[in-house]
Structures are given as C-alpha cells and as structure tokens.
C-alpha cells in the first residue's frame, strides 16, 4: 500500500486499522497470488492440461518461494504491475523442466483480482463481527438509558422530547441493515477472476470451464458467468457499501459530538481528547474521526465510480485508478467500526440527565 495517513507514524494510530491494512501488505498480497498460482496449477493437472508432476513441482517451490520484492518493484514501473516479472521469478524457482507451466493459461488480471478479491473476503470476516459488536453494544446502552429524556434536534433546533431509545435506534437500525447488505453483495464480489489474455481462456480450449470449476473449488471462489475483466460493478457495489457503513458510523459520530457540547451535555464519554493550552476541554477525538473517515470515504467512492470506465478489453488507466482507491476505502472502513466500537463502549451515560451517571 502506498504511503498514508493509514500507516503514518504520528497518524496511523487514529485513523488506521492494523488488522485490515494488513490484508493490504505486499505479504499478503505475494501470499495470494502464489496460493492462485498453486491452485491453477493443481487444477490444470486435475483436468490433464500439464502434467502431475509438474503441478507438484510447482506446489513444493511455492513453500520457499520467496520473490525479489526490489525487482518486481522495478518491473512494475515497467510494466505497469507486477504479474509479469512475479511470473519470471516463480518459474525460474520451480525450474526446469516444470517452469513453463506455471501460470499456463492465465493473465495477469486473474492474478491480481483474484488476490484481491480473496483479501476483500478477509476483510469482510473482520468488518461483520464489529458491526455485530457495535450492533449489541448499541443494544446494550438502549436498556441502560433508553428511557431517559432527550429534546429532538431538526435543522440544530429544539424539536419535541424523545427519549433516548428513540435516538439510539437511528444509530442502531442502520448497523444492522449493513450487515445484511454485505450478506447479500459478498456472493456477488467474491468470486473467481479467470478470464485469460482476453477474457475467452482460448489457450485452455475445451478445458477452460472444467479449469475453472476446479481452480474456483480450490480457493472456494464460485467462478462467474463470464470474465469481469471490465465489469466492475461488483467492485464499485461493495465501495458503495463501504461509503454507506463510514456514513452511518459518522452520522453517530456528528450526533455523539453535538451531544457532548458544554452547554448540551446529554451524553458522558470516556476517553476524550486533552487540549496543550486548554486544560478544560475534552475533545470528542474519536467520534471526529468518525465524521472524518465518512466524509473521506464518500470522496473515494467518486474515484470508484470513475474506475469503472474500461476500454475495450482491459483498461490500465481505470485499474490503477481502482488500485489506487479501494485499499484506503476499506482501511478507512476498518478504522471507523474499530473507532466506533470503542467509542459506544467508552459512553458512560446518555440522556438529559447524563451528567449525574
């Protein structure tokens, strides 16, 4: 991942995810591309396209293959990615006369979307169970202070009494609605890239489908209808996700600091932010970064959009655009049910009368 605020020194603690940026590493992404490469390869033995053998030999220099990460670097400001001299490396560690069969059949978009859409199904098991967490910690505070008193605010004015229950499930409900989104959208974004130079696998002939039902059992990706080399609606859905989750989180994160104002005070928070001149205050740090990563989150999402635009066959402008998009989308996701988890679980008491516990 390039350079951040996500991995900065002095920032990546507030508004990074160590968990999530870690699916992002060149590690992880290495891991990846070998493990689609070991499976290709053992589906192609599987379906006679290379031989046995060869699909072993491949499998056991895998477990040492340990890339020139310098030289792919390179390459990539060549070749505008990786795959090619990642391929180069990997065949001259299984060597001969097995090398040639690595990679047979494939370009390098199955590689690199594939590695990433394995990842993004990682992620995915990492941003469920705290929207789960958020989801009962939310419930939680509902039976504490639910019948406590608050005054609605339309347009920042008083409105008519509510009472807290009525405020926190317009925090809660949106949490839970997102979970069963993800549901739904994760059998159309996990799934296996396999499309060969143009998208037809021409070079696997009659093989191609069997190939592909094998490669897709293997790393437990369901192959699609067809190559999405270009279509990148499944993509551009789950960054829509990913923007509507930051937009709720900050929506809970506007109201929690409107609430902990000096002359509101309807809610108490622990944890808060220290001023260098200002002993008085107590900044609500976490829920600004959770206003922040919405609003962080919801310019990204225009970059997606604009990614979908392919030419023909392959577009690299439109796929660096996407590289260049989508891993900050997905920290920035992490970051803020990581922050927002804390952040419920650090509020003390909500309610008019919050200030007396």
């Known amino acids: 991942m390039s350079y951040t605020c996500f991995n900065a020194p002095l920032l990546g603690s507030l508004l990074g995810d160590a968990e999530i940026q870690s699916l992002f590493s060149v590690e992880a992404d290495i891991a990846a591309m070998v493990r689609f490469e070991c499976a290709l390869a ?16 491949i499998r056991l220099a895998a477990e040492s293959f340990s890339p020139d990460i310098s030289e792919l670097g390179e390459a990539a400001a060549r070749d505008g990615l990786v795959v090619p001299a990642f391929v180069r490396q990997l065949r001259a560690h299984v060597g001969d006369p097995h090398g040639c069969h690595v990679h047979f059949g494939a370009t390098s978009q199955d590689v690199i979307d594939t590695s990433l859409i394995l ?7 990492v941003l469920l169970p705290r929207l789960a967490q958020l989801e009962k910690s939310l419930s939680t505070l509902e039976r504490q202070f639910g019948e406590r008193s608050l005054m609605a605010k339309t ?20 949490v839970h609605q997102h979970q069963e989104r993800l549901a739904t959208l994760l ?46 609606s499944g993509i551009a859905d789950l960054a829509h ?31 808060t932010g220290g001023s260098s001149t200002m002993a008085h205050k107590q900044n609500p740090v976490k829920a600004e970064v959770l206003v922040a990563l919405a609003r962080f989150n919801a310019v990204l999402v225009s970059a997606i959009h604009q990614s979908m635009v392919h030419e ?39 309610g008019a009368d919050a200030l007396r516990g």
């Open 155 to 174: 347009r920042m004015q008083s409105a008519v009494p509510v009472t807290v229950a009525d405020r926190l499930r317009l925090w809660k409900e949106p």
């Open 119 to 125: 990842r993004l199904r990682d992620a995915a098991h």
């Open 312 to 350: 023909q066959e392959r577009s690299g402008a439109a796929w660096t655009l996407e590289w260049m998009t989508l891993p900050q989308m997905v920290i920035a996701t992490g970051a803020a049910t990581r922050t927002a988890v804390t952040l419920i679980h650090d509020i003390e008491a909500v």
């Open 42 to 57: 053992n589906a192609e033995a599987a379906c006679g396209v290379i031989p046995p053998e060869a699909a072993d030999a």
């Open 241 to 271: 996700w990913l923007s509507l989750v930051t937009g709720s989180l900050g929506k809970i994160g506007q109201d929690i600091a409107l609430m902990a104002q000096n002359e509101v005070r309807t809610i108490a928070v622990r944890g």
């Open 187 to 232: 059998p159309k974004v996990v799934r296996l890239q396999f499309g060969g130079a143009a998208g037809t696998l021409e070079k696997l002939g009659d093989d191609a489908e069997q190939v592909a039902h094998q490669l897709g059992d293997a790393l437990d990706l369901p192959p699609s209808d067809g190559c999405w080399h270009t279509d990148r």
